[in-house]
């Protein structure tokens, strides 16, 4: 057979001769060839001997490789096979990858990554659930090896379209995290996320209950069973949402006074994971605790709808929809608008706000509210192990009492106008060093003096002078 491909023109001008399947042979390399089908179809393909026996290598179509990429091609293939490489074999292995490659999609792999990197991760469940709302539904039945950097971009644009920048942001993180695993867990050569950026600003929430609205919400939740209960509880600890929603009646220790949660249960730092965190039981703590039907064997969460088989559902919904038509009913029925909405864990910053209020030190509020903050972090943190359990106690008591004075004021007897007139005579009474927030109704300042040194007590018999 002689030579005949010798340029791309002739690549395009040679066909199969009478309908037969016919090979033309490369002027430049010896064994390569054009194979030309009945079809139309014309292939590269390498004839060469491997260990003593003649063997056929295809290469590609012409679509694909031009004469001097196919050229190219060939010879990288000779040289392999000269240097005892089997390019077959390659091939082979190759494919298997591939194959497996394919059944590896996102959602396989999403659960792979939940019961082997997120086991023991407190928020695994939300972000369970991100996955399957958000993720799995746009990608989920995607090869992983197949995902692009616009595919993740889609999902991401997802949640900003819809307004949740928020959420758009974690579930970034949570992707990302996800993509890092894989790469090494050699699922995936690179993150397909590496480059892109986070969309829109997280701004941190400022919103906390006044004096003046922190009376609405007692009598609200009041009137709510042991949802209520379980609310009224996290503005008197300052604890998270889930700290108290998932109390057990076992994590309790009504003769010590203490609340007892395990680092599991407590939102820490990788390094801190193990640290556990008490609370104090305050009076306030106290009465709410005796209104909680205790199971009369076993274990049981404390706050819950089903005689203590399980956690309320739905909690921040409840609050969204329950509890805000309640204060705002109770509102209307005072002559006030509906106020602003609030969310579970501004309660939390309600307490931190009012320890604050009551000149309670830094370092001793972030141990309450078990807190990585600005005293304990860094260095300070490794060093300072003191727990500030005595603190601790006097500042939740302290709290509960101002909470307690608070919710237990003659308000509804006011007409606006009184009630205004008694907000500004005790304002103008009030340490200058007090929040604004909290310069109204109910808000009696007095010093302590005690060896630990002075601070602010609301709810005494007395106003506090300036000066």
Known sequence: MKDQVRTSASVRRLGAIDGKRTEYGVRSLTGLRLVCHPSGSKVWQLRTRIDGS???LRIGTVEVYSLAEAIAEAQALLQKIASGIDPREERRA??????????NTVASVVEDWMRRAMADKRTKHK????????VLPEIGDMALTKVAKKDCVRVINRLVDRGAITGSRRLYAHLSGFFTWCVAQDLIPTNPMAGMARTGVEHSRERFLSVEEIPFFWEAAHDLGPFGLSLQMLLLSGARRGEIANLKWSEIDMKAGLIRLSGAR???????ANE???????????????????PAKGDGFVFSDTGGLRPIQSYERKVRTVLLRNVAARRAAAGLGPGEPFTAHDLRRTCVTGLQALRIPLEVVEAVVAHIG????????VYRRYSYDTEKREALEAWSRHLLSL???????????????LAAEQTAALDPRIPESYRGLGSKVVMREDGDGAGFVIGGSRPMTKG
């Open 54 to 56: 003649e063997v056929r």
């Open 94 to 103: 190759a494919e298997v990858e591939a194959v497996e490659a394919e059944g």
């Open 127 to 134: 972000i369970w659930l991100a996955f399957v709302k958000d």
């Open 266 to 272: 407590v939102k820490r730092l990788p390094k801190r």
């Open 276 to 294: 556990g965190h008490t609370i104090p039981l305050s009076t306030g703590m106290r009465n709410i605790l005796v209104q909680c039907p205790r």
């Open 374 to 381: 600005v005293a304990r972090a860094g260095v300070l943190g």
């Open 407 to 421: 919710v237990a004021l003659p308000r509804k007897r006011l007409s606006p106008e009184a009630a205004a007139a």
